[in-house]
């Protein structure tokens, strides 16, 4: 199956549904114009379409393999890196002086997306590079900076993320690995961690590890945690690379999908050799790794995105050529491609409108962190900032599980074949499915959202968006298009059910608080669908206008007013739906006996 990389609809969505003239209006960047993103779109897209996409099925029946202590990638991937780095991808968003191009973040987005939907399996190495470098960039010291940043940036030496140990899982405050002081500003380091994606590879002459370690004084639980730079070869003050460290990977794990990314089990310091150094200050590894991981929350969040792309393109490509059954009421003649089955084309709208949502979404979080950070005018980057402490939580959730939900949808229309593996379709199922478990489970970012979130400015943070989401709705049924008119009623009536379990939440949590966490994941849910649809809804209102100025692609724009109101009319009112669920409380979910769980 073939994978093409939607650029039309990619600048809709930055354009028309994240507000990329915010980022514009920012007057930090020379040039955000319209063509320079189409042409950064349509290179990555060369790259993703030509190079990359082709590897994905070879990937997952030849996954990256461990011998003799060195791991190899999938066949392919090291030719596809290389060209990755020659073509400069991993350096656009960062900062000239380390040899990035000083482009914004939610372009760089836009390119992961389409990676990330060419080969997951490939791609997952470069976003955890890339938030590596934003970790170091903001806590690492000048020296750290001088000799591993020119490196990094450029994706010639590539990073990692070590949080998770065997005991602890997510659960971080029970962390062990150690890290003693030698002098010199080194740490010697002993340790192990799994699940380290990329932990180690043949695409790189070097591998950065961002290691959280415990000091010999450190306090317990979370705040007893520092960041440390652990490389698996040593760098010289000169830039040059000296000896081996002593990290080393000890096993692969062997995974439901994303065959082709290597999920390393990591040792630190089994010969006692281990030598790694300071990030930021002491008992902060905490607060400098939220850096790295709300930046791969929203990757992550766009990975579930991105799959369902893939995933609806496959599915309608099968939908279109797939001959099945005649029109109901016909019983002869010669049968019909699928995609004129009624039920057929809802699930094909269905795959389309959360694709849809799910990339605004992500791409609006994005949006607002380069507003948030760029803008000159203070309270225009302050709310800003507040928009993707929001979105963040919801771009990583709602993506990742209307990816499971569209990737298995997208099984469901290959019928029987998309059963088998040969049709391709439930790779992209099984490579999904992850993501809604690594970055933090869902369920996690649930109460991130209940219970740090809504308690920001007593829930100014929900509340500002709910306004705007009532404003959209305003201006949609003021409009005298009939479908524009219906999508304003539906999402105005969201909206009113988001702001009464909003007001339920924030009391719950000041009265008893397992009310509130009882409700968090159905309150996610529902804020998740209410910002689908007031981003679809922002896409179509703009289609309408540019449908009556550019006859030559009127009927694409109507396309997007169409699904919008698919959106509108069939998976909005899940939101209303979700009322019940987290306004319950506590008591259904109260413990009962395991055993009895059990007939």
Known sequence: MTYTTPVRDMQFVLNHMADFDAVRMTGAFDDLSHDLVEAVLLEAGKLADNVIAPMNRDADLNGAR????????????????????????????????????????????????????????????????????????????????????????????????????????????????????????????????????????????????????????????????????????????????????????????????????????????????????????????????????NAARIDVGMQGGSLSERAFQAALAFATERKQGRAHGVKSGEPVEIYQHPDVRRNLYTMKAFTDASRAICYAAMVAHDVGRRSLNAETAQLAREREDLLTPIAKSFSTDRGNEVTSIGVQV??????????????????????????????????????????????????????????????????SNRDLQEIGKRLHHAATSLEGTTDWMIDAMARDPQDSLAGATPYQDQFGYVAGGHYLAKGALAAAKLAEEASGSAAYYQSKIAIARFYADNLLPRAEGLVPAVSAGAAPLAPMEPGLLVG
């Open 66 to 293: 461990l011998e003799n202590g060195v791991v190899y990638t999938s066949p392919g991937f090291k030719e596809a890196y290389q060209q990755y780095v020659e073509g400069g991808w991993n350096a656009l968003a960062f900062p000239e002086e380390f040899g990035g191009q000083g482009l914004p973040q939610s372009l760089a987005l836009t390119v992961s997306d389409t990676l990330f939907a060419a080969c997951l399996g490939f791609s997952m190495g470069t976003t955890l590079t890339t938030g590596a470098v934003k970790a170091l960039l903001a806590y690492g010291s000048d020296k750290q900076k001088r000799l591993y940043l020119p490196k990094m940036v450029t994706g010639e030496w590539t990073g990692t993320m070590n949080l998770t140990e065997p005991h602890a899982g997510s659960d971080l405050s029970n962390l062990r690995t150690k890290a003693t002081p030698v002098g010199d500003g080194r740490y010697k380091i002993n340790g192990t961690k799994i699940y380290i994606s990329y932990g180690d590879h043949d695409l790189a002459e070097n591998i950065c590890h961002l290691v959280l370690a415990r000091l010999p004084d450190a306090p317990e639980g979370t705040r007893g945690i520092s960041m440390f730079l652990v490389p698996k070869f040593h760098v010289n003050d000169d830039g040059s690379l000296g000896g081996r460290n002593d990290a080393k990977v000890t096993g692969l794990e062997e995974k439901l999908g994303q065959h082709g990314s290597p999920t390393c089990s990591m040792a630190y310091g089994d010969s006692g050799e281990c030598y790694g150094t300071l990030v930021g200050r002491e008992h902060e590894g905490m607060k400098n790794m939220f850096v790295m991981m």
């Open 414 to 479: 290959h019928g029987g074949m998309g059963f088998v593996e040969e049709a391709g379709a439930a790779q992209h199922m099984r490579d999904v499915r992850i993501s809604a478990i690594y970055e933090g489970t869902n369920g996690i970012q649930a109460i991130d959202l209940a219970g740090r979130k809504l308690a920001m400015g007593g829930g100014k943070l929900a509340r500002d968006f709910i306004i705007e989401v009532r404003k959209n709705a305003a201006g949609l049924a003021a409009s």
